[in-house]
Nanobody, 130 residues
Framework: RVQLVESGGGSVQSGGSLRISCRASGITLNRYCMAWFRQIPGKEREGVAAIDDSGDTKYADSVEDRFIISTNDAKNTIYLQMNRLKPGDTAMYYC????????????????????????WGQGVQDTVSS
């Protein structure tokens, strides 16, 4: 059974940093494309960052140069280091895994990511106050 479990969410003031983690069981993460998404109530789920088995990454414009996605293969875990946080980054953050090629990912509105990525975590809340 595949499980993705996020941890590390919390609250921080604007300009601060948070790191969230996603530990996998039942799959080997470095064989998949791994991604972080976020969602606020009433809005669609949006892509934040993705990394493939080659270590190539893709970031949404809104987080470029502020967020860093990384992996620890030994721990079968991915991370999202979030720096210079803004109130607009407040959301539930989800990790996901699938065999979709990184080159096919386009961070654009209107994509139903839950139909594309096969495995999802339960989400972790991050809140940034002004």
């Amino acid at each position: 059974r595949v499980q993705l479990v996020e941890s590390g969410g919390g609250s921080v003031q604007s300009g601060g940093s948070l790191r969230i983690s996603c530990r996998a069981s039942g799959i080997t993460l470095n064989r998949y494309c791994m991604a972080w998404f976020r969602q606020i109530p009433g809005k669609e789920r949006e892509g934040v960052a993705a990394i493939d088995d080659s270590g190539d990454t893709k970031y949404a414009d809104s987080v470029e140069d502020r967020f860093i996605i990384s992996t620890n293969d030994a721990k079968n875990t991915i991370y999202l280091q979030m720096n210079r946080l803004k109130p607009g980054d407040t959301a539930m953050y989800y990790c996901a895994a699938d065999g979709v090629p990184l080159r096919d990912i386009r961070w654009k509105p209107g994509v139903r990511w839950t139909s594309i990525f096969s495995y999802w975590g339960q989400g972790v809340q991050d809140t940034v106050s002004s």
